[in-house]
Structure formats: C-alpha cells, structure tokens
C-alpha cells in the first residue's frame, strides 16, 4: 500500500487534478473511491471526517490529512522529490499562484458549476424552458469571454512555455468536460492557443491514466 492516498471520485475534475500532480510527479499513491458521496448527495462519513467541509478532493500522508486543490498539489510537490509542478523564478510563482486562483474562483464557476453541470442534469422540462437557454448561453458567453484570455497566455505552449505546472492540472481538465458539451468544442475552436494546449494534454500520459470516461449523460446532454 502507498503511504499517499487521495480520497475523491473518478468524475471530479480537481479529484484528477490531483492525481494528475501524483503522476506527473511521478510517485506512487492510493486511489480511494470508498464510500465516497455522488454528486449532489449528502457527504459520507468517510469524507466529513477528513474534510469538515464534505468536498474532495482530499489527500493523507501518514499521520497529515490535507484538503483543498492547490492546498495538496503544493504539498505533493513541496514534499516529493521529481519534476517540478511550478515555475522556478519568483515572479512566475507569483503568476501561478494569480492562475490557480483564477481556475478556482472563476474557471471552476463559470466552466463547471453554472455550464456543465446545469447541462448535465437538466431534466427535460428544463430543457425546453427559455430561461434554461437564456442562462446557459449568458453563461456560454462568460467562458468565451474567459478562453480569450486564456488564449493569450497560452501563447508559448503551456501557462510557463514547456513546464506543465499546477495550474495546468487544474484547467485542462475543466476543458475536458467543456469539450463534451453542446457549444464546447466550437468555444475551444475559437481560442487556437488553448485548443493546441487541449491536444497535448489529452496525449499525455498522466491524463490518459486518469480519463473520466464520461457516460452517455454527459456525452449526450444536449
């Protein structure tokens, strides 16, 4: 058994933002999905121990148990040896810090909470409802907005040019599930930088290792 677990579920996109960090920093860790809440649902006492807050995902190492993101992939890689998940000069760390801010604050809102997941679980009243459409293309209209400037500093490869850093790890896959959803790909279309960013984080290992193989609810929510 690893002495690194992290507690989440498959389908949650900061859960693999995680174990994308494990991978990449190339260290072996527990995947624990045991009486993990779904979506939406009350959370398990398995959760609410470790996280007051119910949510995943959640890591422990030995006798430390850590929740929040950008709280674990620090520590991970902080505390590992392998490569590093950050911008080396000061500057730059301070401009990591400012996106994954941004990818929790705003990314997460705007791409997941207020786009897929009201499309997801749309019922079929919903769905013929004209305020339903108002909002999500309102909401369509915010993420074209926030891929824009994406696209800009997505100019030179990655968030930091050839290092795939933290903040990668978080949006990326947050683009995974925009991808599957109506409008999606024509949003990511139109930002060439993020498309081209897309690509090469669906042909890396670590996120083919941790591919949510989204269901036919999803892939066919529109």
Request: with cysteine.
């Amino acid at each position: 058994m690893s002495e690194l677990m992290i507690i989440g579920m498959p389908r949650s996109s900061l859960t693999r933002t995680v174990r994308i960090a494990c991978i990449e920093k190339e260290i072996p860790f527990e995947f624990s999905t045991r009486n993990v809440q779904l979506p939406g649902q009350r959370a398990t006492p398995e959760v609410s121990n470790r996280n007051p807050f119910g949510k995943v995902p959640v890591l422990v190492h030995g006798k430390l148990v850590l929740y929040e993101t950008a709280a674990i992939c620090r520590y991970i890689d902080d505390t590992f040896s392998g490569p590093l998940l950050r911008p080396v000069h000061i500057g730059k760390i301070a401009l990591m810090n400012q996106w994954i801010s941004l990818a929790m604050t705003r990314l997460d809102q705007n791409i997941i909470r207020n786009f897929v997941i009201p499309m997801v679980f749309a019922d079929t009243k919903q769905r013929h409802d004209p305020g339903f459409a108002v909002r999500m293309k309102q909401m369509g209209d915010l993420i074209a907005h926030d891929l824009a400037v994406l696209d800009d500093a997505y100019v030179d490869g990655w968030l930091f040019g050839d290092r795939f850093t933290i903040p990668d790890m978080m949006i990326m896959p947050m683009l995974h599930y925009l991808y599957a959803m109506p409008g999606g790909p024509e949003m990511i279309e139109n930002a060439p930088n993020v498309k081209t960013a897309f690509t090469r984080f669906k042909a890396r290992s670590s996120a083919a290792q941790t591919d949510p193989l989204l269901p036919d609810q999803i892939l066919k929510s529109a």
